[in-house]
């Protein structure tokens, strides 16, 4: 690990409560491969551009919040924290030195071959299931989901927590048959201590049309809190903590 390693940051965020266990550091990486429809982040996507830093000036941004994130941690999130294995492992290697707990936010889309470093060092991984048949998956986001389930159980063979994330999008994911199938799934992997459900929003629909990409879920609305209480039951009647 060398904490000269550099990196290309979207940004971060400094009280995050959403990615991943207590209140956390988040940075955004800057660059993914994928094109998700529901991308609430598309200016993340571009690998030429973002803030060059490097792991240990970053961590010495993210030490300046330490009584803040003490009882949390820091969350690698993007963009595609794993397009930048290296800088990943450094930036979690080093926040481990300073005793803080560390979570990886990722689609699973890059080899385990590539990222193994930096999965072995993360305590955690928030592994988002883009889609459970890995064809509405390609179709959803521009790959399937081979890699993701080769991550998957990679964490299951060395006792890494996970916490699965999937966003219900309505017309797509927010199905029964597909929840079920996802309870069929998940249910026998220890590792997975918890799924969360993002309901379909659009927030991030301003972004697309400011880099004037075309947004196609305009006229799609985000599911109803019953829609999304009903895929919940179904994952729990799998014995999932969802
Ligand atoms: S993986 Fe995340 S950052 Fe990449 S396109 Fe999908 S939603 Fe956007």
């Known amino acids: 690990m060398n904490p000269k390693t550099t990196g290309q940051i979207h940004s971060f ?18 660059g993914c491969p994928l ?19 490097t792991a240990e000036e970053l961590v010495k941004e993210i030490l300046k919040y330490r009584s803040f994130i003490s009882k949390g941690g820091v969350t690698l999130s993007g963009g595609e924290p794993f397009l930048q294995s290296e800088f990943a492992e450094a930036v979690i290697t080093l926040c481990k030195q300073n005793k803080l707990h560390t979570a990886i936010d ?3 889309y890059i080899p385990l071959s590539v990222c193994k470093g930096a999965v072995d060092a993360a305590d955690m991984l928030l592994l988002d299931i883009k889609a459970i048949d890995t064809h509405m998956a390609k179709k959803l986001t521009g790959a399937g989901i081979e890699n993701a389930i080769k991550l998957l159980n ?41 799924v969360e459900l993002l ?22 609305e985000p599911p109803e809190p019953e829609q999304v209480e009903e895929i919940r039951q179904i994952l729990i009647g799998y014995g999932l903590n969802a």
Not at 13 to 30: I, L, M, W
Not at 35 to 53: F, Q
Not at 211 to 218: A, D
């Open 13 to 30: 965020e400094t009280f995050g409560a959403v990615d991943g266990p207590g209140v956390r550091f988040v940075v955004f990486f800057q």
């Open 35 to 53: 094109r998700c429809l529901y991308c609430h982040n598309p200016d993340s996507w571009n690998t030429n551009i973002g803030r060059v830093i």
């Open 106 to 108: 990722t689609s699973g």
């Open 154 to 194: 990679y964490c299951e063979s060395i006792n890494k927590r996970v916490w699965i994330r999937h966003v219900l999008l309505p017309g797509w994911t927010l199905d029964k048959e597909q929840a079920h199938s996802m309870g069929v799934f998940l249910k026998d992997y220890k590792c997975v201590e918890k």
């Open 199 to 220: 309901p379909f929003h659009k927030f991030g629909e301003y972004k697309w049309e400011s880099l004037n990409l075309e947004y196609s879920l305009g006229n799609v």
